[in-house]
């Protein structure tokens, strides 16, 4: 039975020990040959074999750590600790800290790794001395989800820094909803003015408490762009490197076979995802959204050339309404700004493609319909 009063995180083992099963067994067959050929060789031909066992330690060690290396994490509140051990299998080192260092949940986001970069999104205890890093989620919902799951475990409050603004969350107000929070702050959300030139290309229209917003298409973004044009160079380079060299063997006497599983195996794989790269490009382009805000939730109507797809929010689960750079796939590059409704469940990005005027002009029009006075 699992003990309610602990909280623990275990590191290593999994994908990183099948990934060094392959150092570890080719470092210990390079260290075994001297073993097996020293008795049939004399003199100084034998110490030659001491070379291979020398550089086969590196990827012996490289194959041990990561087969064998474990470590973890545990937050304690009976013994109100913070414990931290690594080792191979079992503790090697242990080190302690008390909850009393603690003042909250930092969620943060990173450019992370070497010439291939991807996005993370750190969890990590931060207070006096050190801060602890629990885990680095490629998604932002992974990482909220994890930092709401610390801070209730120790009634922390939450510092959210991931979309270039910092906004905090106390303890005691995580599941509060948005328009419950507004409400109990500031009263009722003020409507943004009706000739305020910041609405832009965005038409609304309003009945009762509901407000009705029909956002610009996305259009051909730097973000398209760079998907469009990544593609196209890929296929031209194929056809360069592969295909024509392959297609030319259909010349040759009993060509055909060869060239016909050369193309199934690599270039049509190839092309494949190079089409899916030019659908999602041309799906994100034209796609348009539609939005209806009231004190009963969200509505997000997505259209474009393939379909329509609907999301809803009630306003009880809607906990976060924030404007924000996004930082998934190809958009992080170029940080588009977008607005970001979450709750515990979902977290809906909308409004791609808004300047950042049309964005905080849309931001303030959703809190005013969310916290209007229903007439249900």
Known sequence: MQDQDTLEFTYGGGWMALFGLPFFLSGLSALAIPFVEFSKRQGPDGFVLLVPAFMSI???????????????????????????????????????RDFQELDRVELSVERRGG?????????????????????????????????????KFLQLGIMDSSMGVGVFREAGTLDESLRDRILRQDGPAPPPPADDHRRGRIHYQTRDETGAFILPRVGFTPAMALTLGIGGLVALVCAGVFLVPILSMLDEKDGDWPALVMISLFILPIFISIGGMLIYGIKTTTTQEKLLASPRGLVIERTDCFGKTQFT???AELEELERGVWREGPRAIFAEPAL????????????????????DWLWRAIRHHLTAESQV
């Open 340 to 359: 970001h409704a979450r709750s515990d469940k979902t977290e809906i990005a909308f409004g791609h493609g808004l300047t950042p005027n049309e964005l």
């Open 115 to 151: 010439k291939n970069k991807v996005t993370v999104f750190p969890v990590t205890l931060t207070g006096k001395g050190k801060p602890i890093e629990i885990d680095a989620p490629r998604t932002h919902f992974a990482a909220r989800t994890l930092a709401e799951k610390v801070a």
């Open 58 to 96: 590196p990827f012996l060690l490289i194959g041990v750590g990561l087969l064998f290396g474990r470590s973890a994490l545990i937050l304690d509140r009976r013994r109100q600790k913070v414990v931290q051990w690594w080792g191979l299998l079992v503790p090697f080192s242990k080190t302690e």
């Open 313 to 315: 929010m009630p306003a």
